[in-house]
């Protein structure tokens, strides 16, 4: 069973620019979710996809959006990039079902100048 | 809103010392309640979980229970390592929302020193 992966590592880029970044699912994981991790701060749930749906959504403004693929894996896109963006993002996929344990990819660490 | 409180830190100990780091969590729901871990440079690991009231969560000697009534899932173990030194999440999943999104305390990082 393959872990959740997710590119690239690191990215700069600068205000206004926009991203795209991307994770493969755990084998077997149908439901996929996005959190932003700010310098010593905790994950801050962005959304949720299932069977390429969106099903949830965190405090985040629309440029903030994502995709998920009919292989489970998906992308977060971000438009007009902010300096406050910077952060590490991380993916975590599940099987279907509410107490199914969500799995998390090492992150992407992105940086705004 | 939900939302979990974890002690601040850095939590500073010696080899073979007990740990304690408390977590205590608001919930309008009957919430699942996680521990993660997050190594130097790496992704969040699950170390433990708890679904429903007086559940006890066990992972590689780290324990935690959850109680309702004080609405808390505190972390113990009773001897650490130096490699438990890492940053450690307390995080809650409500059923109430349609979604299982996890809701994360700001961590709390663990230095064990030999």
Redesign the interface.
């Known amino acids: 069973e393959t872990g959740?992966t997710?590119s690239p590592t690191h990215l700069i880029k600068t205000r206004g620019q926009q991203v795209t970044l991307r994770c493969s699912s755990q084998s077997g994981h149908n439901t996929v979710?996005w959190?932003q991790q700010a310098l010593?701060?905790?994950?801050?749930?962005i959304f949720?996809y299932y069977r390429e749906e969106e099903?949830?959504r965190?405090n985040f403004p629309p440029r903030f959006s994502g995709l998920q693929f009919p292989n489970y894996s998906s992308e977060l896109n971000v438009n007009a990039l902010e300096l406050d963006d910077s952060a590490l993002y991380?993916c975590?996929s599940?099987r279907e079902g509410?107490?199914e344990?969500?799995?998390?990819?090492?992150?992407t660490r992105l940086l705004v100048l | 809103g939900d939302s979990v409180t974890q002690m601040e830190g850095p939590v500073t100990l010696s080899e073979e010392a007990f740990l304690t780091i408390n977590c205590t969590y608001t919930a309008t729901g009957y919430p699942s309640l996680f521990w993660y871990v997050q190594y130097p440079g790496e992704g969040l690991q699950l170390l433990l979980k708890a679904t429903k009231a007086d559940d006890k969560g066990s992972n590689k000697g780290f324990e935690a229970t959850y109680r309702k009534e004080t609405t808390s899932f505190h972390l113990e173990k009773g001897s650490v390592q130096v490699s438990d030194s890492a940053v450690y999440f307390c995080a809650l999943s409500d059923l109430s929302y349609n979604t299982d999104k996890l809701i994360f305390g700001t961590g709390t990082r663990l230095q064990v020193f030999p």
């Open positions: 959740v997710q979710s959190y010593g701060q905790g994950p801050q749930f949720q099903n949830g965190g991380l975590a599940k509410f107490q344990t969500q799995y998390f990819g090492p992150g």
